[in-house]
Each structure stands twice: as structure tokens, then as C-alpha cells.
């Protein structure tokens, strides 16, 4: 039997199962099939990945119920990165439990030097590779990340604190889909694009195109909510652009970062590449303006807080490095009441609400931080949300036998500063359904927790409403209609993603679509404009530029235009008139003048009249 007839076979055998089981997915299923069956070409994999694949060594941390051993004696007692005696460390620790990981030598800006021209060196020799072999490091890492999702996603929970399932979609998911992506169509993306024109008559001989080229070494300085994908996506784009990669990553989450990347080098040393290609810095904020200013650095990609970006900028500015900037967001979902046609939608649109607001505690710069709504769906939500908010679980996913919905924020540092938040909104009027304040979870004294939060009757004014708060908070507010929803949404300073809830190509979803202001918008969910591998980036306090997509890997090349003769033994030649030295600038000028008529001639006298006074004046 053939692959087609077993492909055919499976999905038939499916489409029978899900109608039997009333899958509402059914399509998204056949779909998948379909498009596996498509998927004919894979690059053939080196012998030596089969071991790194299969039998790659994970650190004991990253096991379940695993006990720190004793902890060094300048370690600080309260969890904390920095501890002034030992400036050249930085320590770690798991904020869901508070144990302690280890510590890492900070990076001075001699080891800041080192990295950078150890990168230069690879990327001599890698920018001269083949997309070809660029696809087979890709898939090589692909498959790794597949087959050793448990242990890649336990060491990212246990350095950042969120649970199991919520880095299986946010980290694990976008990275396979950002590889798979990448090989089935960067090449595509980096290709000689082929321009249009010239539309001058007189010089349709040429060609026009433009080329990519790496640029060289860039830098991306990365923020710690998903700590393994956001080290992994710079550096997918980076290396099949060419490029040489060095990642600054979060002192919060060097611990991850260090294995993340480790694994990275390994693949590339496996497919008979330099692992010096992707390098890993993690100096204090005093040296990273060195780090950005570096004058070996050609691009970089910052993706942090609005107040950190203005130094980052200052420093990119003195040496002309070009920067693409992702800060924060206040994602505003709008739920049209015509999305509401009965109940059980109701129940449905309220899980992917809870899901866009709790996923990693909330920590995700396009998660849900504003839900506006219609009249009679705010009544429904609100009713739903009530019972369901409550009901979250905290804790450790790696260590506690409860089912946890949700883990911990990366730290407490913040704990003041919402709780400060929720408290003046209830004082100017907003009502608060459930949690509000810091949680201390009894088997986790020391972990960093913060109850999931619903405050519903939240109006615009409320500073809740306008700063982003990037923790486990559900803010609700009513519209009397939709223009009043897209007023509230367009009301804060961010721009950067957005969800519209109603019917499909509606005449009111498509005018949300037009009129939010937002870099991005996901209709009837949230978020899956980042998954579709779509160019990513905001308007206003979200900042500029885009990464992901052919927009993302070709911001990370040198756009070289190429002008070209269209044809062998047609090229230019400087007519004797405008020849230097000019024997009659008066003559001269006459020529010029009716050349750029003729060459731009909107009839055919113009044309004829022009290329006469042309000809009369061309020696």
C-alpha cells in the first residue's frame, strides 16, 4: 500500500472517529492530515544527531520532586539574584518553590569582547553555508525539541516558575512552529526578490532586484517570561539569516538560558559547524549599555520594559546600531454580544478569556489585560467568570500532586505595586469578584505567588485600566456599544496585540479590526497571530519594528538593491551632448529636458513631440 493510500486510510479512520464523537475540531484534524501528506521533503539528518537526540544529558533539576543540596554560604537567605558581596555571581533559584539552582559568573565586558569575536569568526564561515545545510541544523533541533519536550519544558518551569502545560503551548508549541516555519519557508523569504519597473521608457533595459545578505553578529536582548523561546526565536531567525547570534538573556533566568543555549551549540557541533555561532552573555544593567553600543554588533532586538528601551536606544545610538524594539502591552479583548448566540458559547469564549489572562501568571506581553464587552455579554461573562476564576489551583506543577492550573511570578517584586492597583480601583468604584493580593502557598513558603484576580465594573479612567500590569489580573469592563468598546480599547498607551469576539467577517468585527490600534489582532481568539509566524511588533508605548515572518528574517539582513541590463550588448552610454566636458550646457540642457518628458509621456504626441526635440538636440 502506498504513503497516499495510508494517509488517505488514516484520515477517513479519523473523520469516522471525530463524527462519531462530535469533534467540533474535525476540520482542523483533516487539515493536519492533509498537510502531512504534502510534506514529502526533509533534509536527511547527520549520523551523530541520533545520540544527541536521543541521549542528550539534562541537568538533575529538571527532574520531578528534585531537592536542592545545600547552598553555598553567601548565598542571600531571601531568594534574590544579587547579593553585594559576591557582585561577580549571579544566584538562582526556583520561584515556585524557592529552591536554590546554583550561581553563574556574571559577564564582564572582557568576557563581553571575547563572545563577540568568537561569534565574527564563525560567521565568516557560516554565512558562506547553504540554505541547505541551514535546514538540516533546524531539523536536527527540531526533532531534539520533540523528543525531549519533558525535560526542555521542566527546566524552563523550574527556572521561571509556570507550570507543565503552560510551557508546553508557549514555549514548546511557537518554537516548533517557528523551526517548521523557518524550513518550509525562510529559504522562500531570503530569496532575490524581483522588483517591478523601471517605468521610465528610456531605460527598460534594466532590471531590478534586491538581495539579502546577513549582517553579520546581532544581538537580541531577550526578556524572562518564556525563557526557552525567547532565546530560541532570535536565534532560529539569526543562524538561517546567516547571521552569527549573541543572546543577552534575563539574570532572572540565567540558569535556563545557559542549558538552552548549551543545547543550541551542541546541534550546530553535531552538523559539523562552529558552536561559537550563538553566544550567551548576562552582564548586570550596568555593562549592557556596553554590550548594545559594541561597535561589532549590526542589529539588535530588544524586547523588555519601556524605561529599559530608552537606555538600550541611547546606547544603539552611538553607534549607529539599528534596533527593533518590543515592549509591553495592554492586549484589549472586545466581545461583541453578537458572538453570544447561546450558553455553551458563552462557556467556551469565557475558557479562551481565562487562558489569554492566567497563562504563565499572566506574564505574557500579549496575554489578555483588558476584556471589554457589549452589555449583555458583559452580564453573561460576568456570571460565568465568577464561579470559574476562583476555582484556579497554585503551586509547583513539577512538584505538587494537586492538579495546579497556575504557577508562580518570577519574583515578588511587583506584589506592592498590584496590589496597590486593585486597591484604588475598588476605590473608585470597581468590585472585586476574587483574589487581589499576594497568595502564600502552605508547601511553598517561599515561592512567589499572586492570586488570579477578576475585577469586573473597571472603567477607563482607573490606572489599572491604562498601565500594564503583567500578572494574573482580570480586568472587566462594559461598553455601552461597539464604538464606545473601541474607544475603551484604544484608550491606553499600548499597541501591541488584540481580539475581537463576534461573528465571522461581520460588518462589527471587521470594523474592530480596522479602527483598534494595535500592531496585531486575532479574531474570535487570542494570540494566534504569533503562532501563524505573522510579523510581530506594536504601535506606540509597545514600540517598533518588526520581528518573525519573511518581515522578521529579512530585518535581520542587509537589503542590497541590484540594478542589472535586461539584456547582453544593450547597456547605458552618455550621449555626446551631456558627454563631459559639455561643448553647449544650453544644448545640453534642452536634450535632458526632453528626455524626461519622453521617458515619463502620458499620450503618444507628447511621446513623438518630446523624442523631436530630443533627437534635434543630442549632439
Known amino acids: 500500500m502506498s504513503l497516499l493510500q495510508h494517509l488517505l486510510g488514516l484520515a477517513t479512520t479519523i473523520w469516522d472517529f471525530a463524527k462519531s464523537w462530535n469533534v467540533v475540531c474535525t476540520t482542523s484534524v483533516i487539515t493536519t492530515v492533509l498537510a502531512a501528506a504534502v510534506f514529502v521533503w526533509r533534509p536527511s539528518l547527520p549520523p551523530g544527531s ?24 553567601d548565598v542571600p537567605s531571601k531568594p534574590s539574584v544579587y547579593n553585594p558581596s559576591r557582585p561577580d555571581l549571579i544566584h538562582c533559584y526556583c520561584p515556585a518553590t524557592g529552591q536554590y539552582l546554583g550561581r553563574v559568573p556574571v559577564s564582564t565586558r572582557k568576557d563581553i569582547d571575547i563572545a563577540v569575536e568568537k561569534c565574527q569568526k564563525a560567521q565568516d564561515v557560516w554565512k558562506k553555508t547553504s540554505f541547505q545545510e541551514r535546514k538540516v541544523v533546524l531539523m536536527v533541533f527540531l526533532e531534539f525539541l520533540k523528543k525531549n519536550q519533558d525535560e526542555l519544558v521542566s527546566i524552563a518551569c523550574r527556572d521561571s516558575g509556570k507550570t507543565m502545560v503552560d510551557a508546553a503551548l508557549g514555549e514548546v508549541m511557537v518554537t516548533l512552529e517557528k523551526l517548521a516555519w523557518t524550513l518550509k519557508y525562510g529559504e522562500r523569504a531570503l530569496r532575490p526578490s524581483s522588483r517591478p519597473g523601471p517605468t ?27 525563557p526557552l523561546h525567547n532565546i530560541l526565536n532570535p536565534i532560529i531567525s539569526s543562524i538561517f539569516s546567516g547571521n552569527g547570534i549573541i543572546v543577552k538573556c534575563s539574570e532572572s533566568v540565567v540558569w535556563s538560558s545557559r542549558y538552552f543555549v548549551e543545547m543550541v551549540q551542541a546541534c550546530l557541533s553535531i552538523c559539523g559547524h562552529s558552536r561559537d555561532l550563538v553566544q550567551l552573555v ?18 539588535a532586538t530588544f524586547i523588555g520594559s519601556k524605561p529599559v528601551a530608552h537606555k538600550v536606544l541611547a546606547a544603539a545610538a552611538s553607534s549607529l546600531t539599528p534596533v527593533t524594539v518590543e515592549l509591553g502591552g495592554k492586549d484589549a479583548a472586545i466581545v461583541l454580544d453578537e458572538h453570544l448566540a447561546s450558553w455553551s458559547r458563552c462557556d467556551a469564549l469565557a475558557s479562551v478569556l481565562m487562558r489569554g489572562s492566567f497563562q504563565s501568571a499572566g506574564q505574557n506581553c500579549i496575554g489578555i489585560e483588558r476584556i471589554i464587552c457589549e452589555p449583555k455579554a458583559y452580564d453573561a461573562l460576568v456570571k460565568l467568570l465568577t464561579k470559574r476564576v476562583p ?6 506543577s513539577l512538584d505538587d500532586d494537586a492538579n495546579v492550573d497556575m504557577g508562580a511570578m518570577i519574583n515578588d517584586s511587583r506584589f506592592d505595586v498590584l496590589e496597590g492597583l486593585i486597591a484604588d480601583a475598588v476605590k473608585n468604584g470597581a468590585k472585586l469578584s476574587c483574589g487581589g493580593k499576594r497568595y502564600e502557598h502552605p508547601e511553598h513558603p517561599l515561592g512567589s505567588y499572586f492570586q488570579p484576580t477578576l475585577l469586573v465594573d473597571v472603567t477607563p479612567e482607573m490606572e489599572i485600566a491604562r498601565n500594564e500590569t503583567f500578572a494574573p489580573i482580570m480586568v472587566l469592563m462594559k461598553a455601552k456599544n461597539i464604538d464606545d468598546a473601541i474607544r475603551i480599547a484604544n484608550s491606553a498607551k499600548f499597541g501591541l496585540g488584540g481580539a475581537v469576539f463576534g461573528k465571522r467577517k461581520s460588518a462589527a468585527t471587521e470594523k474592530v479590526v480596522r479602527e483598534m490600534k494595535t500592531g496585531n489582532i486575532a479574531v474570535n481568539d487570542f494570540a494566534t497571530f504569533y503562532v501563524c509566524q505573522l510579523p510581530f511588533g506594536g504601535v506606540n508605548d509597545s514600540g517598533y519594528g518588526k520581528f518573525g515572518g519573511e518581515e522578521g528574517l529579512r530585518a535581520l539582513c542587509l537589503a542590497k538593491s541590484v540594478c542589472r541590463d535586461r539584456f547582453a550588448g544593450i547597456s547605458t552610454s552618455i550621449p555626446p551632448v551631456v558627454d563631459y566636458p559639455m ?14 518628458v519622453a521617458a515619463y509621456a502620458g499620450s503618444a504626441k507628447e511621446f513623438v513631440l518630446s523624442l ?8
Not at 548586570?284 to 542589529?299: E, G, K, N, R
Request: charge should be positive; charged fraction near 15%; glycine fraction near 2%.
Open 50 to 73: 541520533y545520540n544527541f537526540i536521543n541521549n542528550y544529558k539534562f541537568p538533575a533539576e529538571c527532574q520531578a520532586n528534585w531537592s536542592q543540596c545545600s547552598s553555598p554560604a
Open 200 to 226: 521610465n521608457l528610456l531605460i527598460r533595459y534594466k532590471t531590478a532586484e534586491v538581495v539579502y545578505e546577513p549582517l553579520g553578529v546581532v544581538l537580541a536582548l531577550v526578556s524572562w517570561n518564556y
Open 282 to 299: 548576562c552582564p548586570w544593567p550596568s555593562d549592557t549599555d556596553y554590550l548594545t553600543s559594541h561597535p561589532d554588533i549590526s542589529h
Open 391 to 396: 476555582q484556579l489551583c497554585l503551586g509547583s
Open 583 to 596: 561643448k553647449s550646457v544650453k544644448k545640453a540642457w534642452k536634450f535632458v529636458r526632453a528626455m524626461n
Open 612 to 619: 523631436v526635440q530630443l533627437l534635434s538636440n543630442m549632439k
